[in-house]
């Protein structure tokens, strides 16, 4: 088996933020599920904008946020997700490059704009998301570029893009990839809403095409369609050889050959906003994993890297998380 | 004299600020003077954007950044720029509305996209600004709505705008018909370069145009070509009714019917990002002026504002500064 020449490639919905405050009036008048997320079509995400307050835009999308995360980390990695060339596709592509994360898909030049999440973050710190795909559905197994992934120590997808036929088709066809090569295939749950829709699907998914699974908490309640936490980590563990269950403020979950470890959650004086905090801990978890660090200094570099993106607006790091980590003593 | 409809019509140039952090080895290999703001062409645009790091977009402009914070107070305002029909525009267009502030200006559907300020962030938080006026430099008399001016207390033009003879043209025009409603024409000289390269000119608006100059110390010592700051104000009492004066940590010095006043700088925990604190400054200074709070509080309501924008990233208010002044007993 060669070296890998990438940590990670992740897979993904490639976003613009847009965030602005809002109050749960705000939310209940526009019929907006605190903390989930929801997609929308062009007319609702005009119009809904239209609505929101002044925004700042940020490069995001959940899976691109880790990507992003584990460049900040020291990591090598790549993202596939589709833009198009418009100006928001080219602050996207801007962004990851400066990162030094490839960026392998082709960019749409017709179709749909460069898609975007509205994202409302309320007094109590929690976003709440609407999301119009735009050119991100795009995505098909042709953007798949099997010499990243054979060349990638960990492929990542995000749950969100389970959606589209095509998209599938990406996820399974770089799944495949992977697994053939000989490395890691994971995926994130990434909303107890998108774990309804597909439940069946993801189950299968579970069990049969990934070695490591990411899940909060209700997503993963919702996996096994219970309400006990234990009872569903007993469910993962048959049916997954590694995982890491996030749970806010109360740390992570890691299970790794066979064994479960409890990470505590680190502490922060203030939370500001919760965008990105699972990206982020898939960021540090990933890369301790891919530079083989064991289960449980990766999971505490996922701590550390989630607390720092809720200690500020937006979802990518304000500071290094490299020089962060060495301070921590964990690199 | 009718009652005014507006506190302030602002006139400025509309653009999309594009904040990334950088260190002073970056700004001295891309030439870039530390603390100043540069025009641009596309083409350096496009090179000095493709090798700044990762950015955040959030709509700007000094005088853009004024009326917003005026309308976060509670003040009622009128913003004209000229922005494109494109994302970057819709994302101007959005975040002003939003506000509550009107927009007359007409939007371009042809020639240069929507302007961008590249904004790099060093680690002692000073600002250096990178400027591609695209759209914005295309603002003519055309878009100055007389009706507008009229019913503004205060009518506000930035320096910065003072470079195309057809932004000149618009500014002369709308500071006509200000003073002839019997209202008050104010100008900020935005930055000591602009002073330099536009020094009689300015001189000149200063004598004959304006009735209060918003300037922070150096461009003063710039407009006066003098080193001693106590011989610029003496000069600048000769020639101009009302004046506020920034001196960053030392708070701002107000000049008001013949009167000195001293403003404190408000004292806050850490200085994250000086984007946007001349434009506060003169957003609390406006509101109060235009409320016929007196020129203390009005200086004491523009340190407030300045002290919250210092505090994050980012040139536009993230709370409410209405709730702040009420909170510190200024309104």
Same mark, same amino acid.
């Given at each position: ?13 490639? $976003? ?7 109050? #749960? ?7 907006? *599920? ?14 809904? /904008?239209? &609505?929101?307050? +002044? ?5 995001? @999308? ?14 090598? @990695? ?10 928001? @596709?080219?602050?996207?592509?801007? =962004?990851? %490059? ?27 710190? +929690? ?15 042709? #953007? ?11 492929? /990542? ?18 799944? %495949? ?5 000989? &490395? ?24 049969? +095409?990934? =070695? $490591? ?9 919702? $996996? ?14 048959? +049916? ?72 500020? /607006? ?12 060495? *301070?921590?003593?964990?690199?």
């Amino acid at each position: 088996m060669s070296l890998p020449k990438f940590d990670v490639a992740g897979i993904g919905n490639a $976003l613009v933020d847009v965030i602005a405050n809002a109050d #749960d009036a705000f939310l209940a008048s526009e019929g907006i *599920q605190k903390g989930s997320m929801t997609l929308i079509d062009a007319a609702r995400a005009d119009a809904l /904008y239209g &609505r929101m307050g +002044e925004a700042i835009e940020s490069s995001g @999308g959940s899976c691109g946020n880790t990507i992003a995360g584990l460049a900040s980390l020291g990591g090598t @990695g790549a993202f596939f997700g589709k833009v198009k060339n418009d100006q928001l @596709g080219d602050v996207y592509v801007h =962004d990851i %490059k400066t990162l030094g994360v490839a960026f392998p898909a082709k960019i749409a030049t017709d179709g749909a704009p460069t898609g975007r999440c509205l994202v409302l973050v309320t007094p109590d710190a +929690e976003r709440s998301m609407s999301t119009y795909l735009g050119a991100a559905q795009s995505l098909t197994p042709d #953007d798949i570029d099997a010499d990243v992934i054979k060349a990638s120590a960990i492929t /990542y997808m995000e749950g969100y893009l389970w959606d589209q036929q095509s998209a599938k088709d990406a996820f399974l066809k770089a799944a %495949k990839i992977s697994r053939d090569a000989g &490395r890691i295939v994971s995926l994130t749950l990434s909303d107890s809403f998108c774990v309804g829709r597909f439940r069946a699907e993801f189950r299968n998914l579970v069990k049969n +095409e990934v =070695d $490591l699974l990411f899940a909060n908490e209700s997503e993963l309640l919702s $996996l096994y369609e219970t309400t006990s936490f234990d009872e569903a980590l007993t469910q993962l563990r048959r +049916e997954c050889k590694h995982a890491a269950v996030t749970r806010s403020e109360e740390g992570a979950i890691i299970i790794a050959n066979g064994e479960a470890h409890k990470i505590a959650a680190d502490k922060i004086d203030k939370v500001v906003d919760t965008t990105g905090a699972g990206d982020l801990f898939s960021a540090g978890f990933l890369y301790g994993l891919a530079r083989n660090m064991g289960p449980v200094k990766s999971g505490q570099l996922g701590a550390m890297a989630a607390a720092e993106i809720i200690s500020h /607006y937006g979802p990518r790091p304000l500071v290094s998380l490299k020089k962060l980590a060495v *301070q921590k003593g964990l690199l």
